[in-house]
């Protein structure tokens, strides 16, 4: 598998395997398979969303479908590959996680995003209980996923990576 480390601060930027963040900040890593897959089979994941993902998956859906002004007919998650999809083929790069955020904004609302910065401020708890938080609550939006360590300064290490395993749209 080819990877890079893509830091997400105030722009996004490639990094080095060695980079250590001096402020709080998002860390991916982006993979692909190796260039020559010829020969193997891929396996189809079938999700079985629950009552509570349905409901999560349309309305993020919708909230999407709102802030870009496009449209679509399907349901469940296809309508929102296809919300996304749209997104992607009709606005720039640098419009698309204004849209983002736009959605998540109509998807939650504000004084809820007040509260957890109020009650929970930046610290290893609050980091640790996010990523446990995601791998429990947005499987229906990523696919199963797991939490793990990663360094942070002076050789600390912390669980406040989320590794998903599959991702669930590719």
């Given at each position: 598998?080819?990877?890079?480390?893509?830091?997400?601060?105030?722009?996004?930027?490639?990094?080095?395997?060695?980079?250590?963040?001096?402020?709080?900040?998002?860390?991916?890593?982006?993979?692909r398979?190796?260039?020559?897959?010829?020969?193997?089979?891929?396996?189809?994941?079938?999700y079985?969303?629950?009552?509570?993902?349905?409901?999560?998956?349309?309305?993020?859906?919708?909230?999407?479908?709102?802030?870009?002004?496009?449209?679509?007919?399907?349901?469940?998650?296809?309508?929102?590959?296809?919300?996304?999809?749209?997104?992607?083929?009709?606005?720039?790069?640098?419009?698309?996680?204004?849209?983002?955020?736009?959605?998540?904004?109509?998807?939650?609302?504000?004084?809820?995003?007040?509260?957890?910065?109020?009650?929970?401020?930046?610290?290893?708890?609050?980091?640790?209980?996010?990523a446990?938080?995601?791998?429990?609550?947005?499987?229906?939006?990523?696919?199963?996923?797991?939490?793990?360590?990663?360094?942070?300064?002076?050789?600390?290490?912390?669980?406040?990576?989320?590794?998903?395993?599959?991702?669930?749209?590719?």
């Amino acid at each position: 598998m080819e990877a890079k480390l893509v830091a997400q601060c105030k722009t996004p930027t490639l990094i080095s395997p060695h980079w250590k963040p001096k402020s709080p900040c998002v860390v991916a890593v982006l993979a692909r398979p190796a260039a020559d897959v010829s020969g193997q089979t891929r396996k189809t994941n079938v999700y079985k969303d629950s009552f509570f993902d349905h409901i999560a998956i349309n309305h993020m859906s919708k909230c999407l479908q709102e802030a870009t002004g496009l449209k679509n007919s399907k349901s469940g998650y296809e309508s929102l590959v296809e919300a996304a999809t749209m997104a992607s083929q009709n606005f720039s790069p640098t419009q698309q996680p204004q849209l983002v955020t736009q959605a998540l904004h109509r998807a939650f609302p504000n004084p809820l995003f007040l509260l957890i910065k109020k009650v929970l401020p930046p610290s290893k708890f609050t980091r640790t209980l996010f990523a446990i938080f995601t791998t429990l609550f947005f499987a229906w939006l990523v696919g199963p996923s797991e939490v793990r360590e990663s360094d942070m300064d002076e050789g600390r290490r912390e669980k406040n990576v989320v590794h998903i395993k599959k991702c669930r749209s590719v």
